[in-house]
């Protein structure tokens, strides 16, 4: 269940996403906020995942808000304003919704949020049992049991029904297993590997520099997707 909160100083505004909020079986409403400084204080007393924002505010706006707070929820912002959108982005917004929006954009939006969320989880809390970190692993390779470093690895690349392990000792012998790429995640630690674009699940460790819509380990170039810049930020950010 996704703890949502919402914030718009529009009493028919509130009353929508309040209703919207309610016909979303994942989606639990929290609190809903006429002003920042009440939503303000509803973060700081309650578990937040959600915040659907508004950014046209009197006093402080939505933007000016999500900037003031140091860890924010996952940020839907929802307004008349299709001017803030690049802004919005910029500041990792699950996504972006121009009143009035139908209902099905607003499934849209909570399913990317949802997506994103249990994302967040898995990379907080990794896929090993009872949340031990593994030094190594097996995997199956042209029927032998192949035994992998975890900290040997430095990103894995899915190729459908295929992963190829790019290892630090092996640069130029990736090993080729039958398995997808989110059975592997769930396997290894989520604070050490963040899932960059749909194909790609990098150490972190082990990334050397971060361009663009890149991330890189040493002259490697691997791919950030649009759905995964905000972890992959919030990833980075933490070690800076």
């Known amino acids: 269940m996704i703890r949502c909160l919402a914030v718009d100083d529009e009493t028919p505004a509130l009353d929508i996403l309040e209703d919207?909020?309610?016909?979303?079986?994942?989606?639990?409403?929290?609190?809903?906020?006429?002003?920042?400084?009440?939503?303000?204080?509803?973060?700081?007393?309650?578990?937040?995942?959600?915040?659907?924002?508004?950014?046209?505010?009197?006093?402080?706006?939505?933007?000016?808000?999500?900037q003031s707070l140091q860890k924010p929820p996952l940020v839907i912002l929802v307004t008349a304003y299709e001017q803030y959108a690049l802004k919005?982005?910029?500041?990792?917004?699950?996504?972006?919704?121009?009143?009035?929006?139908?209902?099905?954009?607003?499934?849209?939006?909570?399913?990317?949020?949802?997506?994103?969320?249990?994302?967040?989880?898995?990379?907080?809390?990794?896929?090993?049992?009872?949340?031990?970190?593994?030094?190594?692993?097996f995997v199956n390779v042209e029927y032998s049991l192949v035994k992998v470093t975890v900290?040997?690895?430095e990103y894995i690349e899915g190729l459908k029904d295929y992963i190829r392990i790019h290892l630090s000792s092996e640069p130029n012998k990736p090993i080729l297993t039958r398995?997808?790429?989110?059975?592997?995640?769930?396997?290894?630690?989520?604070?050490?590997?963040?899932?960059?674009?749909?194909?790609?699940?990098?150490?972190?460790?082990?990334i050397t520099a971060v361009k663009r819509d890149l991330v890189y380990i040493g002259k490697t170039e691997i791919p950030?997707?649009?759905?995964?810049?905000?972890?992959?930020?919030r990833v980075i950010n933490q070690r800076r």
């Open 88 to 137: 919005g982005f910029d500041l990792q917004v699950v996504d972006y919704l121009l009143k009035p929006f139908s209902f099905e954009r607003w499934i849209k939006a909570c399913n990317r949020a949802s997506d994103l969320f249990h994302l967040q989880q898995t990379q907080q809390t990794g896929g090993a049992p009872g949340g031990k970190i593994p030094d190594f692993l």
């Open 151 to 153: 900290s040997d690895i």
């Open 20 to 66: 919207n909020i309610r016909q979303v079986p994942f989606l639990q409403l929290v609190a809903t906020c006429k002003n920042p400084m009440a939503a303000y204080t509803i973060l700081q007393t309650s578990q937040v995942d959600l915040m659907f924002l508004d950014i046209q505010m009197p006093g402080l706006n939505g933007l000016q808000f999500l």
């Open 224 to 233: 950030v997707g649009d759905f995964y810049k905000q972890m992959v930020a």
């Open 179 to 206: 398995m997808s790429l989110r059975d592997m995640e769930e396997k290894l630690p989520g604070d050490a590997f963040v899932r960059t674009h749909k194909s790609f699940l990098v150490s972190v460790g082990k």
